[in-house]
């Protein structure tokens, strides 16, 4: 499990100056990333280490990755962050 210095890392590398990246990590990193499981957050950690396009097509559909575990953290997050929206 990452410890609190490294999950407060972990928050800030998910800011990433892309808006529709930063409405669905931010949140993920801040609630749920401390609640899921050690080899779930180094997926994450890894997922944090790709570069933004690729990001940003793995998160629209646009493409997927080839590491199955990246693919699962994506749909995990999209998940996440499809239940946690206010409905209006």
């Known amino acids: 499990m990452l410890n609190e210095t490294e999950l407060k890392r972990q928050v800030w590398h998910s800011r990433r100056g ?3 990246l930063d409405v669905l990590l931010g949140p993920f990193a801040l609630h749920a990333l401390p609640l899921i499981s050690a080899d779930e957050q180094q997926v994450y950690v890894r997922l944090l280490s ?5 990001l940003f097509a793995w998160f629209m559909g646009h493409g997927v ?13 999209k998940d996440y962050a499809q239940s946690s ?3 209006a």
């Not at 790709?50 to 690729?54: E, I, M, S």
């Not at 990755?65 to 997050?77: C, E, R």
């Open 50 to 54: 790709q570069q933004d396009p690729d």
């Open 65 to 77: 990755s080839d590491d199955q575990a990246m693919v699962a953290m994506v749909k995990k997050i």
């Open 18 to 20: 892309m808006l529709e």
């Open 85 to 87: 929206q206010i409905p």
